[in-house]
C-alpha cells in the first residue's frame, strides 16, 4: 500500500522558519523524483520545488529561491522543505509529489499560514 504522509505545517509569523517532511513508502522511494507543490485559496497549484532520484538535480520557483531548501534521505524515505525567511504569501497547502515514469503519488497536504 502506498503511504505519502506530510507533516510539520502550522502557524509562523513572517521572517520564521518552518520544515516540513514527507515520508513515503509502498514504492521504491530512491527511485522516485520528489517535488514539493503548493495552493493557495483561489490559486492555482504550484511547483515550489522539485529534486531528482540522485539529488544531483534541484530546482526552485523563482518566488521561493534562496529562502527554500528541498533535500532527500533515501534511508528514511523521506524528502524535506526547508522554508525560512517565510512571508505570508508562502501562505498555502503544501503537497509532496513523488513521480516515476509512468507512477505519480500525492500526499493529503499540510497547512503552512505565515502571518503576525
Known amino acids: 500500500q502506498v503511504r505519502v504522509v506530510e507533516s510539520g505545517g502550522g502557524l509562523v509569523q513572517p521572517g520564521g522558519s518552518l520544515r516540513l517532511s514527507c515520508a513515503a513508502s509502498?514504492?521504491?522511494?530512491?527511485?522516485?523524483?520528489l517535488n514539493w507543490y503548493r495552493q493557495a485559496p483561489g490559486k492555482e497549484r504550484e511547483l515550489v520545488a522539485g529534486i531528482s532520484s540522485t539529488s544531483v538535480r534541484i530546482n526552485y520557483a523563482d518566488s521561493v529561491k534562496g529562502r527554500f531548501t528541498i533535500f532527500r534521505d533515501n534511508a528514511k524515505n523521506t524528502v524535506y522543505l526547508q522554508m525560512n525567511s517565510l512571508k505570508p504569501e508562502d501562505t498555502a497547502v503544501y503537497y509532496c509529489?513523488?513521480?516515476?515514469?509512468?507512477?505519480?503519488?500525492w500526499g493529503q497536504g499540510t497547512q503552512v499560514t505565515v502571518s503576525s
Open positions: 509502498g514504492f521504491t522511494f530512491s527511485m522516485y523524483g
Open positions: 509529489n513523488a513521480n516515476y515514469l509512468w507512477n505519480e503519488y
